[in-house]
């Protein structure tokens, strides 16, 4: 049976450009733009988002508290920022940024300023690397984002995801 895509918009994410959440190519779900985007748009704010930040202790303490489901969700729903503290996205439709090692056609802030030095870019906000069209599923590069704390690789190894995908 085929699913239909989801046209979200509001208080629900920090998204800031009308998407639909659609099937991706890899059984999963992925971020597609709505309408035409402009390159340097903001698409996604992490300071309007739902996503949860904390340090890591929390961030410890949040996986300790976790069944075996919610664990393998949060894996595959979390982030480090440059600043070590932990991004649990499950609360907002940014979780679905899918990643590529390919062209991707958006980037953090800290990656638009290297290539328009001219603009005012968040760090931790999400912008059209590249002019985006409608329809197009908006792939980020994961290997841009922090690095993870060292504890994290344990986290990882028990949900028994695999991340290799990320490194080439």
């Known amino acids: 049976m085929a699913t239909s895509p989801v046209t979200v918009s509001g208080s629900s994410s920090g998204m800031q450009v009308p ?12 971020i597609f733009a709505r309408e035409d985007v402009a390159q340097g748009t903001l698409i996604w704010s992490l300071s309007k988002s739902n996503a949860k930040i904390m340090n890591d202790k929390d961030a410890q303490s949040l996986v300790e508290s976790l069944s075996d489901g919610e664990l393998q969700d949060l894996v595959s729903s979390s982030y480090f920022l440059d600043d070590g503290r932990f991004v649990d996205m499950r609360p907002d439709h940014g979780r679905y940024f899918n990643h590529t090692n390919g062209e991707r056609n958006v980037a953090l802030g800290c990656v638009m300023k290297e290539l328009d030095n001219e603009k005012e870019y968040d760090n931790n906000d999400t912008y ?16 841009t984002y922090g690095d993870e704390a060292p504890w994290y690789s344990e986290v990882i190894k028990k949900t028994g ?8």
Do not use: C, F, V
């Open 19 to 30: 998407y639909e959440l659609k099937p991706d190519q890899y059984g999963g779900h992925g």
């Open 161 to 168: 995801q695999d991340h290799s995908y990320m490194n080439g």
């Open 128 to 143: 059209a690397k590249k002019d985006i069209s409608a329809g197009e599923e908006l792939l980020d590069d994961y290997n």
